[in-house]
């Protein structure tokens, strides 16, 4: 089993920035890629962006290109999401996810694991 706990949402003001944070324990973290998803009500779940195990590589959706940076840190078994420019857009529930494969993947159906989300809020 793996655990996924979110933190670091909240509320901030367009052109402001938040770090959210995916601290993982149970299996060994560096062996699983992991990813970001956001949900904002009455919408589906979306991607948001991906890391590989090893950190080498990133996927970003276009709509957060240039604004969101995915980083992991397998000492910490963190993975974390600095946004910044954030947009009213972006107000969502934010979900980490553990893909044990350990290739990055764009399609929720791929990630075995999911933590509970952390909200954040974006006003104009």
């Known amino acids: 089993q793996v655990q996924l706990v979110e933190s670091g949402g909240g509320l901030v003001q367009a052109g402001g920035s938040l770090r959210l944070s995916c601290a993982a324990s149970g299996r060994t973290f560096s062996r699983y890629s992991m990813g970001w998803f956001r949900q904002a009500p009455g919408k589906e779940r979306e991607f948001v962006a991906a890391i590989s195990w090893s950190g080498g590589t990133t996927y970003n959706a276009d709509s957060v290109k240039g604004r969101f940076t995915i980083s992991r840190d397998n000492a910490k078994n963190t993975v974390y999401l600095q946004m910044n420019s954030l947009e009213p857009e972006d107000t969502a529930v934010y979900y980490c996810?553990?893909?044990?494969?350990?290739?990055?993947?764009?399609?929720?159906?791929?990630?075995?694991?999911w933590g509970q989300g952390t909200q954040v809020t974006v006003s104009s």
């Open positions: 996810a553990a893909d044990l494969k350990g290739w990055p993947a764009r399609v929720s159906s791929d990630y075995d694991y």
